[in-house]
């Protein structure tokens, strides 16, 4: 990176922390023994469809965005957290409560656990919550896959040993926030605070101990036109493939409250990705990427404003497509699409890289 | 070398001019768009992500974190630096570090800097920008890209702010949202390529674009009637968009000939006031450009006129060559000494004043009521927007000039213009003078707003009605004879070739001008209705022609004026050949030169060897390095 950049990335740093401002302090407190949110959807789980349980654990929050760093530029989960810490009890039964919703449901099972920030994170999680959950999945056969989240620093060797001590043969996966193989546009557009390095130690290490990643792909962060963000996206989905991650979820970026996204979007500089770059970008990766790595992609707010959007009259069709593609893995899921904004899209490819001024932007 | 060559005329920032570099060669203003848009001159290009061009380009540089590796082709007009999308949201501080990026990499590429334009984020604060641009200059760049949203906003008003610190020989890139009605406007703030890619995106949008406004066409049978060949030739089969494409791109290209044409005639600010009213935005976006980057509009406004020039509404009230005219009337108008009355009088439609019937009623009144005493009056008129006009600069651009939609109701802006500028004017008068206010109506009111603040007394002599009205003309003639006898004014010879001479040397060089080529005991003969000249001990030193209410000087009054210190031009020699001098020659200038401006030229060793009139600002001079600076009509041999 030239100088210019790196100053550029702790001045950025600096405006990310400004929009954060205040919101941190006005978080609520929430009851500390229910989960922040927790829902049941049908999944792939290996070469089946099965059942798929995300929880939110409710947590006090990323300690990345908590600390001086202010957080990466287009998250606000911090803002799901509570305003107090936690006890390994009330996580526990966080956990217990959730599970509840699939009491009934038989096997195959798929748990997702997330927090407002890094499940492996001792400050956010107590390791004695850990544990606690950690068996509670290990007694619970109907469970086949098991996803946890962290940024890189916490996934150390210990943990890792753990993990595979508690769940054994399970199909486990760590899913890590990779958001673009690039260092630039991670450090800087996104103030992710690591680097492809790593990224790529994690999954190396994960790997020795049988333990999958899941890499998180951003499609579109700040500072980038939609063309950027195609081609960014695309090589990010390729490297994270090509370093040996065996899932790739894929988030359109959404515009979160208080972030610096969203202070961008509120003065017309920035516009959430079209579905048509999400499209291009998911058919371009699948056809390069070896069918052993999976792709999926569950757009948030999808169609809105705030959301990945194209015209309003095709944006329903194409993103149910989407989540049939993410069962699927067929590209011929995303293809056959045509609509009248699908031109605005392509002018818009073109005429952003030299004005700059994203088009087609609602508020 | 990349290069920006200027051709003749001015009406603002505007100019017409061929970029050179190697064998390529780029006329301005020219509209740029993507190759999608059918037979443009210029297109622009994105360097590893699309198809290189075979039609003269603009490269872009795809953003900062790519590190793509710029490179030169025959058909490469510019290379824009990369930038980072959306950094214009962020504060200056963003901007300073994405510029400063930009110049390290043109710095350290093996590309020469004449080759690149800089991407300037509207987000750039004005001293970061100077900074920028002493720094881009000594890398060889003389170009800039400007965003501009659209919404005629902050945002845009400060990239109108950025280009106006550029110097002038750089060329001038604006991209983003524009609208038709736009690029006359862009133009005349001295952008040279203007982003057409609206045609597109309307189009997209089944919109077309109309000259103010546009329409969203559905069917062929419901759209209003077009007479261009795309709407003529269109068919309900064919592709909308493309029909609608070639229309608006129609719509772009007439107006900015109608610019370029306007330009030619003196006539652009016209039409850039007359778009204005295109939506409110727009016409805000012009009055707060007025405001923000006067200077900068009016250092290329030029000083002489020939046609009409119509001010119609608000937009008109601080145009350059209007508010020009009264801040200079403040600052280099001195009233002849001896002035016992000032008459205010009202404007008539016909310039130059005296030529209308009205006022040669008020002279008339005048010259049978005190006769010859009328030398001791100061004749002073009253008119919107441009204030005050002494008799003595009536035939003065763009005094004689103007043309104004006459109601007799004057708004409340227009009130305080010409108050104010009344106010001024009576500080210069000795207290003991006495107004007499021949006017009514609007007119009457200004005299009222002023009132306050005048120090001298003042006598209205017309109770209602018109001012040139049997009962109000005997009410001053009796006014002006009982003044007489009370200011006891006496007759003597009329001052009113040297007061005029005088007041226009003030007016074009500064003040004190008059003093020097006109001093006391000057012959002064001729009409001011043709030509009068000025002779000291037979020595001619300029002449006076009505027919532009200006001086012009012969290289004697040159020579007297150089004592002035200012409206010279140096050259880089001793004697000047040919009937021009040319930029490329100029070593230095005064600042306060206009287009249009009677000059004077200096050699190396400060001896005025010409005397001609200026085709540049005294800035463009130094900054090119072509075109004419000046038309030479004396010089020594
Ligand atoms: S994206 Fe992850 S690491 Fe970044 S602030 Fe949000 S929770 Fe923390
Ligand atoms: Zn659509
Ligand atoms: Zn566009
Ligand atoms: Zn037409």
Known sequence: MIDELTELSTHIQQMSLKSRGSSIAQRRRRDPRQPAAAWVTTARIGYDTGTAISIVLSTIGCSYARGPHGGCTMCSYLLDGTSTQVSADDLVSQFETAMTKVATTSSPLSVKIYTSGSFLDPAEVPPEARHRILSLIAADDRIVQVILESRPEYVTESVLAEIQKALGTRDVEIGIGLESANDTVRLMCINKGFTLKDFERVVSLARGYGIGTRAYVLIKPPFLTERDALFDAIDTMTTAARLGVTTISVNPVDIQRHTLVESLWNSGQYRPPWLWTVVQALHQARQEIPSNVVIVCDPVAAGKKRGTHNCGKCDKAIVSAIRKFSLSQDVKDLEGFTCDCLMKWEHSLVHEDLSKVPHDHQQ | ?637
């Not at chain 2, 001159?41 to 198809?51: G, I, K, P």
């Not at chain 2, 209205?460 to 003044?483: C, F, H, P, Q, V």
């Open chain 2, 1 to 637: 070398m990349g290069k920006l060559m200027i051709q003749r005329g001015h009406d603002g920032p505007a100019r017409q001019c061929t970029w050179k570099r190697d064998s390529l060669s780029l006329s301005t203003p020219q509209l740029v768009g993507p190759t999608t848009i059918p037979d443009l001159a210029l297109v622009y290009v994105t360097a590893t992500r699309d198809e290189l061009s075979k039609t003269t380009s603009i490269v872009v540089l795809p953003s900062l974190i790519e590190n793509v590796v710029p490179v030169v082709t025959d058909t490469t007009a510019l290379i824009v630096a990369p930038t980072l999308a959306g950094i214009d949201g962020l504060d200056s501080e963003a901007a300073r570090l994405t510029l400063t990026a930009q110049t390290r990499l043109i710095r350290q590429w093996d590309v020469a800097g004449e080759h690149f334009a800089i991407h300037v984020p509207s987000s750039t604060s004005l001293s970061d920008f100077r900074d920028i641009i002493r720094t881009s200059q000594e890398l060889g760049v003389r170009a800039a890209v400007f965003h501009l949203d659209g919404s005629l906003g902050p945002r845009d008003l400060q990239a109108v702010s950025l280009r106006s610190q550029l110097p002038r020989n750089w060329l001038t890139v604006a991209t983003g949202k524009i609208q038709p009605a736009f690029v006359p406007v862009l133009y005349y703030l001295g952008f040279d390529i203007i982003d057409a890619s609206y045609a597109e995106t309307a189009a997209l949008a089944h919109r077309r674009l109309w000259r103010m406004e546009s329409e969203v066409v559905t069917s062929w049978d419901t759209a209003r009637y077009c007479g261009c060949h795309a709407c003529h030739d269109a068919t309900s089969e064919g592709p909308i968009e493309q029909t609608l494409l070639l229309h608006n791109m129609e719509m772009f290209h007439s107006l900015l000939s109608e610019a370029v044409h306007a330009r030619a005639h003196g006539r652009l600010r016209w039409l850039v006031e007359s778009l204005s009213h295109t939506s409110p935005s727009m016409a805000s976006f012009l009055r707060l450009v007025d405001k923000r980057v006067f200077d900068f509009i009016e250092e290329f406004t030029p000083t002489v006129g020939s046609g009409t020039v119509p001010l119609i509404g608000p937009e008109s009230y601080d145009a350059p060559a209007i508010k020009r005219w009264r801040d200079r009337l403040v600052a280099r108008y001195t009233p002849p000494e001896g002035k016992k009355i000032v008459l205010l009088l009202p404007c008539s439609a016909r310039k130059p004043y005296s030529d209308s019937r009205s006022h040669r009623r008020f002279i008339e009144t005048i010259e049978n009521s005190i006769g010859p005493a009328r030398h001791e009056i100061a004749e002073v008129i009253l008119t919107s927007p441009l204030g005050v006009i002494p008799r003595e600069l009536e035939r003065i651009y763009p005094i004689a000039n103007y043309d104004i939609p006459v109601t007799g109701d004057w708004d409340a802006e227009e009130i305080r213009i010409a108050a104010d500028a009344l106010v001024s004017h009576m500080k210069k008068f000795p207290p003991d003078v006495v107004v007499i206010a021949h006017v009514s109506g609007g007119y009457a009111q200004v005299v009222q707003a002023a009132q306050d603040g005048i120090a001298q007394s003042i006598i209205y002599t017309i109770r209602e009605g018109s001012a040139t009205s049997r009962e109000a003309l005997d009410s001053l003639a009796s006014t002006l004879r009982d003044m007489k006898e009370v200011l006891a004014l006496h007759g003597g010879r009329s001052t009113l070739l040297e007061e005029t001479l005088r007041a226009t040397a003030d007016f074009q060089f500064g003040p004190g001008a008059g003093m020097l080529l006109v001093p006391e005991g000057t012959s002064v003969s001729g009409k001011l209705y043709r030509r009068v000249i000025c002779r000291d001990h037979g020595t001619q030193l300029a002449s006076y022609l009505a027919e532009n209410g200006l001086l012009s000087l012969t290289l004697d009054g040159g020579c007297r004026l150089s004592e002035h210190g200012s409206y010279w031009v140096r050259f880089d020699g001793e004697v000047l050949q040919g009937g021009s001098l040319f930029a490329v020659a100029v070593k230095d200038a005064d600042e306060k030169i206009r287009p249009g401006d009677e000059v004077i030229i200096l050699n190396k060793s400060n001896e005025v060897v010409a005397v001609g009139r200026s085709e540049m600002s005294g800035r463009e001079m130094c900054d090119f390095t072509n075109g004419r600076a000046v038309s030479v009509r004396h010089r020594r041999k």
